[in-house]
């Protein structure tokens, strides 16, 4: 890696070390944002079209800054999708905790998903960067990813055991529910419906139709 000389210093008068950003100028930590910037351009254009330098336009800073926070791209690539996907589970276990059945809880869900602009699938991004990384770092990355799906699995779970859905392996049901909202993030798909509600409504209405319990009844 090259090195960089920089000659200004902190307020305190101490010199900063190569190619670190001057936080206390910034609202949002520069680490922080380079995450935000990564996660974003990874998931629309994918691993090999992203560059080191686009992610810095991106967020407003120097390569150099970029660098100090994160050595390599594999390693950017990594920290980035595990925060999405960290992100994701805090964001979607708030929803799940919140008021209603499960079903209005699974298509809050879906609706804000939706709404997100991601133009690559998740699995195909993963299959394009694998070639690049670790198998430390790809452990790192399906660890986050399985954390979001047991969490799903426990009110899948909790559902089946108050007879709100039929009975079932709730973890199966969290990917199936995960995989239909990948899905749903398609172009192809958006553009079936006039908005992300009304397709969000369709999807849910597919999706519960195979693990609600009172359909289950019935055809018996």
């Known amino acids: 890696m090259s090195k960089f000389s920089h000659a200004d210093s902190d307020k305190e008068g101490t010199r900063r070390a190569p190619g670190?950003?001057?936080?206390?100028?910034?609202?949002?930590?520069?680490?922080d944002l380079v995450l935000q910037a990564a996660s974003i351009l990874f998931m629309e254009q994918g691993y090999e079209a992203v560059s080191l330098n686009q992610i810095a336009e991106q967020c407003g800073v120097t390569k150099a800054s970029v660098y100090y926070h994160f050595t390599s791209k594999p390693v950017l690539f990594t920290a980035s999708v595990t925060d999405m996907l960290r992100k994701a589970k805090a964001g979607t276990e708030r929803l799940l905790e919140s008021g209603g059945s499960l079903r209005e809880r699974l298509l809050r869900?879906?609706?804000?998903?939706?709404?997100?602009?991601?133009?690559?699938?998740?699995e195909t991004l993963m299959r394009e960067a694998s070639h690049w990384l670790t198998a430390e770092q790809k452990n790192e990355i399906r660890e986050a990813e399985d954390h979001l799906h047991q969490l799903?699995?426990?009110h899948f779970r909790k559902a089946v055991d108050a007879g709100e859905v039929k009975k079932g392996n709730p973890l199966l049901m969290a990917h199936l529910y995960t995989a239909l909202?990948?899905?749903?993030?398609?172009?192809?798909?958006?553009?079936m419906?006039?908005?992300?509600?009304?397709?969000?409504?369709?999807m849910m209405d597919l999706f519960w139709s195979g693990i609600d319990s009172e359909r289950t009844q019935e055809k018996a």
Not at 181 to 191: D, V
Not at 193 to 202: T, W
Request: charge should be neutral; avoid cysteine.
């Open 109 to 122: 869900i879906a609706q804000v998903r939706l709404a997100r602009s991601q133009h690559a699938e998740f």
């Open 193 to 202: 419906y006039g908005s992300i509600d009304e397709l969000a409504d369709q």
């Open 181 to 191: 909202l990948m899905i749903g993030n398609r172009e192809a798909a958006q553009g």
């Open 20 to 31: 670190r950003p001057k936080a206390e100028e910034r609202g949002t930590p520069v680490r």
């Open 152 to 154: 799903l699995a426990v």
